[in-house]
């Protein structure tokens, strides 16, 4: 499995943006599927964006998309997601997720498809 670590999160205002990191670190990281999910008191996981192995493929829930983008480093074991136009209804704990496959061009919005997770970022939303 590897191991992953976000950060970024924070208080913020409605209106304003946020990018999470999160760093991956362990064997073959690049052919993982990497995806964003958050969660709130009460409630499911739920799914934010998604990334393909190659970075040509993304995914985001309808909530987001066209606010968020989900986005893979370069040479570096990275991935983030830019938060724009953030919303009340944004504010959770997001969790970074990182899924082995074989496919290169596959996201998955899931969150049983994905073997390891981060320990999640706060990001709370001031009116």
């Known amino acids: 499995q590897v191991q992953l670590v976000e950060s970024g999160g924070g208080l913020v205002q409605a209106g304003d943006s946020l990018r999470l990191s999160c760093a991956a670190s362990g064997r073959t990281w690049r052919s993982y599927v990497m995806g964003w999910f958050r969660q709130t008191p009460g409630k499911e996981r739920e799914f934010v964006a998604s990334i393909s192995w190659n970075g040509d493929n993304t995914e985001y829930a309808d909530s987001v998309r066209g606010r968020f983008t989900i986005s893979r480093g370069g040479a570096q074991d990275m991935i983030y997601l830019q938060m724009d136009s953030l919303k009340s209804g944004d504010a959770a704990v997001y969790y970074c997720?990182?899924?082995?496959?074989?496919?290169?061009?596959?996201?998955?919005?899931?969150?049983?498809?994905?073997?390891?997770w981060g320990q999640g970022t706060q990001v709370t939303i001031s009116s």
């Open positions: 997720a990182a899924k082995r496959t074989y496919y290169f061009d596959r996201t998955y919005s899931r969150p049983r498809d994905y073997e390891s």
